[in-house]
């Protein structure tokens, strides 16, 4: 299913199914047995559950997933990261904490504030991800 | 007239020299020794000063199943040079880490962060930072022995439990400072050393432990 660019939506959203976003959430997205891809074009200012999430777009809120983050080159999250992989792109900005022991671990309001805004992560080579196995 | 070979190459117009990315692999005789004492802990809470390196994350996040709080501080840095503000910096730091930090860590990574602070900052911070680890907690740091003032920054890659990859690259300029070895000891007087080494590159590579 896809969320296209010219939607926004305000308050609970969640589902069984693999979701892409790229248009404007605000509230929370529940989708912890899929995949979630939050595109370069979208704005979500959320909680996110779910199983996996991508991110390619902009992010503000803390983001829980069951099985893998992976933030790609062009995203950008300001939260708390909470899952049992994780991986950081070259090129992504990213402020926040990062929770590896398992998904879950932070509070609805999370436990590390980010204070300020995201800055720049680096990787040792220009490949596309890093995987935390 | 013909004329064999590649054409001759005019006089171009003068265009910058793309900025360079230097690595250089050093081995590290600190970071065995801080993985060592975090594994003690069970889930571990870890604060990162930046920056924000993702192959740093994974290593941590999956050698140690830890928390890794991140916070770049060169960001308040580089505000606070720019906007002339630099006696206000050693209270932004200590503000920045209290408020970062909501109860003590096991262990602290510095990586490049003093070389870019003025005594009074760096001794702000290096307090702070005392102050938030817990008893037995470590805190790694790397020290440049060079003053300079140029407009890179080195970045310090994981690349193995016993290596660090220190990558030079472009950044916004910043006076870069040096400290000796006993300034160093002095500004964590709370701590003891467990480890000080000279790497390839310059850096004083220094673990320090918390009793």
Known sequence: MNIGKSVVIKGELSGSEDLTIEGQVEGKIELRQNLLTIGPNAKIKAQVFAKTVVVEGHVQGNITAGERIDIRDKGVVEGNLAAPRVSIADGAQFRGAVDMQGAGKFNEAGDAKPSAAPTPVTHPSSGPTAVAR | ?211
């Not at chain 2, 000063?49 to 991140?70: D, Q, T, Y």
Request: proline content about 6%; charged content about 25%; some cysteine.
């Open chain 2, 1 to 211: 007239m013909f004329r064999w070979g590649a054409r001759e190459r005019t006089a171009d117009v003068e265009t910058p020299a793309p900025r360079r990315i230097v690595e250089t692999l050093s081995a590290s005789r600190a970071l065995p020794k801080l993985l060592n004492a975090l594994t003690a802990h069970e889930s571990p809470r870890l604060l990162d000063l930046g920056p924000v390196v993702g192959a740093n994350v994974s290593f941590f996040g999956e050698r140690l199943s830890c928390k890794l709080m991140i916070e770049d501080l060169r960001v308040d840095i580089v505000k606070a040079v720019q906007e002339k503000r630099l006696e206000e910096l050693p209270a932004i730091l200590s503000d920045r880490i209290r408020s970062t930090v909501p109860e003590p860590v096991h262990g602290v990574l510095c990586w490049d962060i003093f070389d870019v602070l003025d005594r009074a900052s760096a001794r702000a911070l290096a307090e702070s930072l005392c102050g938030i680890l817990r008893p037995q907690g470590v805190l790694h740091g790397l020290f440049s022995t060079k003053a300079s003032n140029d407009d890179s920054r080195t970045k310090f890659i994981v690349e193995s439990e016993s290596a660090l990859r220190c990558r030079r690259e472009p950044a916004e300029p910043l006076p870069r400072y040096a400290l000796q070895t006993g300034e160093i000891n002095k500004m964590f007087a709370g701590l003891s050393t467990v480890e000080s080494v000279l790497l390839v590159t310059h850096a004083r590579e220094v673990l320090f432990k918390k009793a």
